[in-house]
């Protein structure tokens, strides 16, 4: 008897079932370029229980993702369709030798199937792969997040004894590395099925949402040390001697100057304040979700954490309950925080980047980014996360905090170098905004709201660096 069974109460939406025919026509190959927020998972399984009724079992399917947590989110996932997989990560000796045992029943017809889940990690060691390779019968590999996977360090656990290959991920492309995307569109065969916000808006399997952008401006100080360290990067840039292509993360000096301005602007001072304004006017702050910088307030690295900041200044001067959600929380913590806030026990978490990628919060009713990464991953799935549909929900609010250069300061006075300093981050800025604004329900104006109640629209910022058309 084969495995994978999908329960009766799932049912493939229209185009999760154009997804799966998609990927047979494809002869079992290629990646679901799919929205955040809708079934990438079920439709995955749903793919795999059809290869295992056509083969009648005699699969060997692996299924790998980027952190540990989601290892255990798609085992609930595959308890619903039968399943009791064998956990691949952590010590090997929590799972090998039951992998070496079923995969001996596999090849001796004592068993059907055996289905593994694993992280990218532990996928890419040579211990795994090599037991792996034992397996005799058709073998098939599910990447979540598939775009981790085009790594160098991640690129080993692109197993060739794997013929059925079906790649998941919102943002399937990897920034900045051209290299890593061509390995992947070279190994799962390129994307096979596109299913994009919009269409998932419309469809009904994302709820609609407004856009409202505030403009936060860079003071002088921080403007100073922006300034400084766009022109270090510059220096940097310009030292490479590799025609181009190089990937930033080997250039040590050069990441770190880059993480260092993306946190001046994550941490602006003037956030902190218009985040508190908002959330005085906010009639009813419960569930919303407040995206916080990885760094540290202040223009050097011995301050207080941004997360830490935001989530007391919210509990002292709004008199609200307040809750960090972060690396630093264990999986029991993390599980009693979504647990209260899907109650509306805890009205707002604050969090740096573990509300990304894998964790469920369809409760979120308003999301407040005060930092965001110029990779548009990182926002694109920010924004998926935040439009799951919810019973109590008929729409989604995302406020987006956008920094620019303190606008009292004229382009005319500036010279040519800080012209184009500031021009460029005013740029970075808007290409998230332009993303944001096409999709919202309050399209075409969004892109062009700024704060209620002051007089700085984006409008102006944009005809003042000449960007109108950006």
Known sequence: MACLHPPDWIEARPYQQDAIRSWLDADGRGILHMATGTGKTVTALLAASHVTRSLDGDLVLVIAVPYQHLVDQWAEDLADFGVDPILGYQSRRNWQPRLERELLEFNNGVRDTCVVVTTHRTLSMESARKTLSRGNGRMMLIADEVHHLGANHTQNALMDEFSLRLGLSATPERWYDEEGTERLSSYFGGTVFDYGLEQAIESGALCEYYYVPHIVELQADEMEEYMQLTEKIGRLFARQDTGGDFE??????????????ARLIGTAREKLDLLVNLFKRESDPSHSLVYCSDGSTGLDDGGQRHVDATTEQLRE???????????????????????????????????????????????????????????????????????????????????????????????????????????????????????????????????????????????DVKRRYDLLTA
Do not use: M, W
Request: charged share 30%; with cysteine.
């Open 248 to 261: 930033i993360g080997e250039n040590q000096s050069l990441q770190t100057a880059l993480f260092k301005r």
């Open 317 to 459: 001067e709004c008199s609200l309950t307040v809750e960090r959600f972060t690396a630093r929380e264990d999986q029991a913590e993390r599980e009693r925080l979504l647990s209260a806030f899907e109650a509306g026990e805890i009205p707002v978490l604050t969090s740096i980047r573990c509300l990304d990628e894998g964790v469920d919060v369809p409760a979120t009713r308003t999301a407040y980014l005060l930092a965001s990464t110029s990779n548009p991953r990182q926002y694109v799935q920010r924004r998926g996360r935040i439009l799951r549909q919810h019973e109590d929900k008929k729409y989604a609010v995302i406020h987006d905090f956008i920094t620019v250069p303190d606008t009292s300061r004229h382009p005319e006075v500036l010279s040519d170098d800080q012209y184009d300093a500031e021009r460029t981050l005013i740029r970075k800025e808007l290409e998230r905004v332009t993303t944001f604004a096409e999709s919202a329900r309050n399209h075409p104006d969004a892109d062009i709201s700024g704060v209620p109640t002051t007089d700085r629209p984006l409008q």
